[in-house]
């Protein structure tokens, strides 16, 4: 199967058009080097998906026929991401939430707390 079908079909994207995007964009890897859409992939495979700011890794259990549901999708794909990147990627997404817009206020108590928890203050 075609490496951007399956990204959509395992449900890493939500339409086939921003897998076949990423693929495109040099996002996804195998071996670290770039691959093509039109790249086959087999079960045993291992492939990275780059995010803004970290990565992701995957390995190919097996191929589906079309797009599956959510339950289905730990059969044919295992997540291999190291636990420096998940770290990473935790951090950025709340760095993203604690984010204020310019000229919103002050932050709230609540907003405060989690700022000096996230600089490791008490």
């Known amino acids: 199967m075609r490496i951007d079908k399956y990204l959509w079909c395992v449900r890493l994207f939500k339409t086939r058009s921003l897998a076949s995007n990423e693929v495109k964009n040099e ?3 195998i071996d670290d080097e ?23 890794s995957f390995k ?19 997540e291999t991401t190291p636990a420096d990147e998940i770290d990473k990627q935790e951090f950025l997404r709340m760095a993203r939430s604690l984010q204020r817009d310019r000229g919103t206020g002050r932050p709230t108590k609540r907003e405060r707390r989690d700022l000096d928890r996230l600089r490791g203050e008490s």
Do not use: N, Q
Not at 39 to 45: I, M, Q, T, Y
């Open 27 to 29: 996002r996804v890897l």
């Open 34 to 56: 770039p691959v093509k859409a039109s790249r086959e992939l087999k079960p045993g495979d291992e492939f990275t998906v780059k995010y803004h700011g970290y990565s992701r």
């Open 60 to 78: 190919v259990l097996d191929i589906p026929k079309s797009r599956v549901g959510a339950k289905l999708v730990p059969d044919l794909l295992e």
